[in-house]
């Protein structure tokens, strides 16, 4: 659409139907009716313009757009185990020989490096987590994890924060949970 065009469109849009719902798919009736030049795109994946109707239809096109996530991360070196499967939403980034478990939730805009672990029970929302780190059973939000850091259960960490290069934080760092910086 040009945008002067949608949003005429747009504004002659009513909810003349059983459901009073305004669809969007109205507006091209309403151009071709003002005398716009409107013509067929071709879309090769039927998954790029699905309808979404009720909360089961939502599902299974998020389901779809999840799995599609999924099979591309593995299929450029990323390992995701175990069940149930990883949430991965699909701004999510993932370097090779990173190793994701089941039960582990990376969400909006996540970033990971090469050569990390993400444990079960992690949930990362919009991180930075550089190379061979080690994350499990902690929920990070807006964090960088710095190269080779460990961060283990029973790790409490702040929104935004900045974990250095090399840290140990938690449970499972081999240092019997005392951590040693942060």
């Known amino acids: 659409f040009r945008r002067d065009a949608l949003e005429r469109g747009l504004a002659a849009l009513r909810p003349d139907n059983a ?7 109205d507006t091209v009736a309403a151009l ?9 795109q071709e879309v090769s994946d039927p998954v790029e313009i699905a309808g979404v109707n009720d909360r089961r239809q939502l599902r299974e096109l998020e389901h779809e757009v999840r799995e599609r996530v ?12 175990g069940e149930p499967a990883p949430v991965l939403d ?26 990390c672990r ?8 919009n991180c ?3 190379e061979d780190a080690k994350v499990e059973g902690v929920t990070l939000i807006g964090s960088r994890v710095g190269r080779g850091a460990s961060i283990g259960p029973g790790a409490w960490i702040p929104s935004a924060a900045v974990i250095r290069a090399g ?5 499972l760092t081999g240092d019997g949970g005392k951590g040693t910086g942060g």
């Open 118 to 125: 993400i444990g079960p029970g992690s949930v990362l929302v």
């Open 90 to 115: 699909p701004w999510v980034t993932v370097g090779p020989d990173t190793v994701i478990a089941g039960g582990a939730s990376l969400l909006g805009d996540t970033r990971i490096g090469r050569r």
């Open 167 to 171: 840290a140990r934080i938690g449970h």
């Open 128 to 130: 930075r987590v550089e």
């Open 19 to 25: 459901q009073g719902e305004y669809y969007l798919t």
């Open 70 to 81: 999924r099979r591309s991360l593995m299929a450029s070196g990323v390992t995701l185990s």
């Open 32 to 40: 071709a009716s003002a005398g716009e030049r409107v013509v067929a």
